[in-house]
């Protein structure tokens, strides 16, 4: 429970919370500089300068009680004596934080200085109108009813003007090392994000220039082996083309000569039935192959284009409605779609296929625009939903069909498939950043949704 809060606490960056953890550090190395400063350097430099306050408090309420009266009263005159306490030194100052410093000061300073005087020589602190601090000097012998107070500038030590600018000066200096460490942190970032990049485009098909490799050697080490790696991957991918135009050529040379041989050899009014079985067989062979060779290319070298994805969906509606099978169409206003043209035909005419195959009635496409779940800046997707009102999946078998190879119960009863149409179209869907999701249709049947971010 305290790491699920700790970690959701936490920034989701890498670059948030090394800062974070570097504000944390400064801020705390700072604290520590401070309560080291005032305890074991400013605290004793106040009380030695009370301690020196002291005596010469003490000297001057000697000085004052030898004096005669004649001249006493004209001295006191000049320090400015009072019977009673000023009102302005009555008054404790509010806390303030950013007093903070000086209030604490202020306090050792006083309790220093009343620890040397006698007790029944109170002092007190005036902070309005000027700093100044009053003292109660001893009744002389010859008026013992009549104490009064003096007024005594405060010492420089015991201010502490000086420090509260070396406080905000530390403290600017702990604001310059976290912005000097965040303008290293995005220094170092930056390669990753390039890296970030990079491998997105590998993984919709691109081929990225290659990263530098002139920056930290932990970074250039991890440019190096992506570098290498896209190189692998690229040679793969002109392999595996390789190997895909051969199979497509060696398998249908001869399937093209089994046709020819099979129409040479049957002579003129024979029975025509095995050649039309063999034909449809031949058909399921080149089908189950063209299959594979979808599968496998899955348009990754198309390049995008930005179009109209309702244009498309209305001219494959009307190539099936020429075929017999009629779609309703419920087609949104939708934005300018980027798309590879001839994968995304493949998708929508697997999808439809299915439907036509498998549902059987109620064809249906729509399309409309969300803003839920997307994950484009413009916070906008594309959603196409091919319908139908075949017999319903559960939500596991549905998950299922998206695996290779895999075929739903009611598929069984079909020749010709092999389980790759639902694999081609969620290869396709992710190739274009989006997502393939199943829901239930209203009234019975099934649908498909195709969810396209606009940004992606």
């Given at each position: 429970?305290?790491?699920?809060?700790?970690?959701?606490?936490?920034?989701?960056?890498?670059?948030?919370?090394?800062?974070?953890?570097?504000?944390?550090?400064?801020?705390?190395?700072?604290?520590?500089?401070?309560?080291?400063?005032?305890?074991?350097?400013?605290?004793?430099?106040?009380?030695?300068?009370?301690?020196?306050?002291a005596t010469y408090v003490t000297t001057l309420d000697n000085l004052l009680?030898?004096?005669?009266?004649?001249?006493?009263?004209?001295?006191?005159?000049?320090?400015?004596?009072?019977?009673?306490?000023?009102?302005?030194?009555?008054?404790?100052?509010?806390?303030?934080?950013?007093?903070?410093?000086?209030?604490?000061?202020?306090?050792?300073?006083?309790?220093?200085?009343?620890?040397?005087?006698?007790?029944?020589?109170?002092?007190?602190?005036?902070?309005?109108?000027?700093?100044?601090?009053?003292?109660?000097?001893?009744?002389?012998?010859?008026?013992?009813?009549?104490?009064?107070?003096?007024?005594?500038?405060?010492?420089?030590?015991?201010?502490?003007?000086?420090?509260?600018?070396?406080?905000?000066?530390?403290?600017?200096?702990?604001?310059?090392?976290?912005?000097?460490?965040?303008?290293?942190?995005?220094h170092l970032n930056q390669p990753l994000q390039e890296l970030t990049r990079?491998?997105?485009?590998?993984?919709?098909?691109?081929?990225?220039?290659?990263?530098?490799?002139?920056?930290?050697?932990?970074?250039?080490?991890?440019?190096?082996?992506?570098?290498?790696?896209?190189?692998?991957?690229?040679?793969?991918?002109?392999?595996?083309?390789?190997?895909?135009?051969?199979?497509?050529?060696?398998?249908?040379?001869?399937?093209?000569?089994?046709?020819?041989?099979?129409?040479?050899?049957m002579p003129d009014g024979g029975d025509s039935s095995f050649v039309v079985?063999?034909?449809?067989?031949?058909?399921?062979?080149?089908?189950?192959?063209?299959?594979?060779?979808?599968?496998?290319?899955?348009?990754?070298?198309?390049?995008?284009?930005?179009?109209?994805?309702?244009?498309?969906?209305?001219?494959?509606?009307?190539?099936?409605?020429?075929?017999?099978?009629?779609?309703?169409?419920?087609?949104?206003?939708?934005?300018?779609?980027?798309?590879?043209?001839?994968?995304?035909?493949?998708?929508?005419?697997?999808?439809?296929?299915?439907?036509?195959?498998?549902?059987?009635?109620?064809?249906?496409?729509?399309?409309?625009?969300?803003?839920?779940?997307?994950?484009?800046?413009?916070?906008?997707?594309?959603?196409?939903?091919?319908?139908?009102?075949?017999?319903?999946?559960?939500?596991?078998?549905?998950?299922?069909?998206?695996?290779?190879?895999?075929?739903?119960?009611?598929?069984?009863?079909?020749?010709?498939?092999?389980?790759?149409?639902?694999?081609?179209?969620?290869?396709?869907?992710?190739?274009?950043?989006?997502?393939?999701?199943?829901?239930?249709?209203?009234?019975?049947?099934?649908?498909?949704?195709?969810?396209?971010?606009?940004?992606?």
């Open positions: 429970m305290t790491r699920s809060l700790l970690q959701r606490a936490l920034p989701r960056t890498l670059l948030a919370r090394n800062i974070a953890l570097l504000i944390a550090l400064v801020m705390l190395s700072q604290v520590c500089s401070i309560g080291v400063l005032l305890r074991y350097v400013q605290r004793p430099r106040v009380e030695r300068a009370a301690a020196v306050f009680a030898a004096t005669p009266p004649q001249a006493r009263a004209e001295l006191t005159g000049r320090l400015d004596a009072r019977a009673q306490l000023p009102s302005e030194a009555r008054d404790e100052p509010a806390p303030s934080l950013l007093r903070a410093y000086r209030t604490y000061q202020r306090s050792v300073f006083l309790d220093s200085l009343r620890s040397h005087l006698p007790a029944d020589m109170p002092a007190r602190w005036q902070s309005v109108g000027g700093q100044r601090l009053w003292i109660r000097m001893h009744a002389p012998a010859d008026a013992p009813q009549a104490p009064y107070w003096i007024a005594l500038p405060v010492p420089e030590d015991a201010q502490g003007n000086g420090l509260d600018a070396a406080i905000f000066l530390s403290l600017g200096l702990g604001a310059l090392a976290a912005l000097t460490g965040l303008l290293i942190q995005r990079a491998a997105r485009r590998v993984s919709a098909g691109e081929a990225p220039a290659p990263l530098p490799t002139d920056g930290p050697t932990e970074i250039a080490a991890v440019s190096g082996a992506f570098n290498q790696m896209t190189q692998t991957l690229q040679q793969a991918e002109a392999t595996r083309a390789l190997m895909l135009a051969g199979i497509s050529h060696d398998i249908r040379t001869p399937l093209t000569k089994l046709r020819l041989s099979m129409a040479m050899a079985a063999a034909e449809s067989y031949l058909d399921q062979i080149e089908t189950i192959l063209q299959q594979f060779m979808d599968y496998a290319g899955s348009g990754e070298r198309e390049q995008p284009e930005r179009g109209d994805l309702n244009a498309l969906i209305e001219r494959l509606a009307g190539d099936f409605a020429g075929l017999g099978h009629e779609f309703e169409l419920s087609l949104a206003n939708l934005p300018p779609l980027a798309y590879r043209p001839i994968s995304m035909m493949r998708l929508l005419m697997n999808l439809m296929q299915n439907a036509i195959v498998y549902g059987k009635t109620g064809l249906a496409v729509r399309s409309w625009v969300t803003t839920e779940g997307a994950q484009g800046p413009a916070g906008e997707a594309v959603i196409v939903a091919v319908g139908d009102r075949g017999k319903g999946l559960s939500a596991q078998e549905l998950e299922q069909l998206k695996a290779p190879f895999q075929r739903g119960r009611n598929a069984r009863s079909h020749s010709g498939g092999t389980g790759l149409g639902l694999a081609i179209v969620e290869r396709i869907v992710r190739l274009h950043g989006g997502s393939l999701q199943f829901h239930a249709r209203e009234g019975g049947g099934l649908e498909v949704w195709v969810v396209l971010p606009v940004a992606a």
